[in-house]
Structure formats: C-alpha cells, structure tokens
C-alpha cells in the first residue's frame, strides 16, 4: 500500500511563505509525475505545480514566479515553496503521485490527505 503524506501547512500573513513537504511511503518501485493541486471552499480542485520524474516542472500561471516544485527522489518526497503569499491562495493543498508498486505493475494515482493553507489580509 502506498502512502503519501503532506506537512508544512499553517497560518501565514499575505507576502509570507510556506513550504509544504509530501512524502511517498510504501512499496514503491517507481514515481512518475507528483503534483501539488488545492481546493479552496466551495471551488474545484485545481493543479498547481507538476514535476516529472527528471524535474521538469510546471506551473499555473497565477503561481508562477512566486512557487517552486521540486523533488527529492532518493527521499521519494516533492516539496512546494510558496512565496509572496496572497489571501486567495487559501486553501487544501494535496500531493499526488504516479506510482508503480513493481516493475510489471501499471501507475497508478495516489493522493494525500491535504494541508490546509491560510494567508491573511
């Protein structure tokens, strides 16, 4: 079974920064993509940040230039930072991850159970 759990939420005035952190558990044989997406209330689920296996990455527009994903794949972790914080990126962060669990095995997506992330006016 595998596992991914996200850490690095919290409180933070407009103009802060967070770094959120997601960690891949389990058995694993290997990672495809990871993203982050965010779900703000009463709105749908959007992607983030993206980043493949050998770190080209991907951001929406209204991110870019304020956050970064990476990936340490000896770690099987993907991190987010998130700079100049603005109140409207309020929301559940989550990771997800492609995985295969043996060589043979298809991908298959798996989810985080989501941090929440609040800035401030």
């Known amino acids: 079974q595998v596992q991914l759990v996200e850490s690095g939420g919290g409180l933070v005035q407009a103009g802060g920064s967070l770094r959120l952190s997601c960690a891949a558990s389990?058995?694993?044989?290997?990672?495809?993509?990871m993203a982050w997406y965010r779900q703000a209330p009463g709105q749908q689920r959007e992607l983030v940040a993206s980043i493949t296996s050998d770190g080209t990455t991907n951001q929406i527009d209204s991110v870019k230039g304020r956050f970064t994903v990476s990936r340490d794949n000896a770690k099987k972790m993907v991190y987010l930072q998130m700079n100049s914080l603005k109140p409207e990126d309020t929301a559940v962060y989550y990771c997800?991850?492609?995985?295969?669990?043996?060589?043979?095995?298809?991908?298959?997506?798996?989810w985080g159970q989501g941090t929440q992330v609040t800035v401030s006016s």
């Open positions: 997800n991850a492609e995985v295969k669990i043996t060589y043979w095995s298809r991908l298959d997506l798996y």
């Open positions: 389990g058995r694993i044989f290997s990672i495809n993509h």
